[in-house]
């Protein structure tokens, strides 16, 4: 194992992801790559009751604030030893991000899962799920923590 990628989206599962990869790459002496979409922005069209959200291009802010939050997790973890780099990609889809790990030649794909019930993957679907169907080399799903009572 030569290469790991670990697909973080600054959620509160983003530090259990980091956790994993980086144990990996330790394990295997394997480089890891940070790779992290800067999402579509949602903008709210007024039309009365029924006003549709739409989404358009990360702003400018965004792009760079996302890539600050990149940098500091790939210093961080170079800190520990590893072998790291980041990339930042904005508004790609599933299958770009997969092409990217195909081109990056990943042995592993460590990506985070959020709870979300039946209907919302029903009609929503789940980015995880999706990066299992596509990918070309095994993904590590990591669930969020569990929650304490």
Known sequence: MKTIIA?????????????????????????????????????????????????????????????????????SLAESGVQVSAQQLEQADVGKVVDLCHGLEADLIVVGTHHHGALYQFFIGTYTADVLKK??????VVPPAEKTA
């Open 7 to 75: 697909l973080v989206d600054f959620s509160d599962v983003t530090q259990r992801v980091l956790e994993q990869a980086t144990m990996h790459a330790h394990t295997y002496g394997a480089r890891l790559i940070l790779v992290h979409v800067v999402p579509a922005e949602p903008a709210v069209v007024e039309f009365g009751i029924a006003s549709p959200t739409l989404l358009q291009p990360p702003s400018e802010k965004r792009v760079k604030k996302d890539y600050g939050q990149l940098l500091q997790l790939q210093d």
């Open 135 to 140: 990918a070309h080399c095994p993904v590590l």
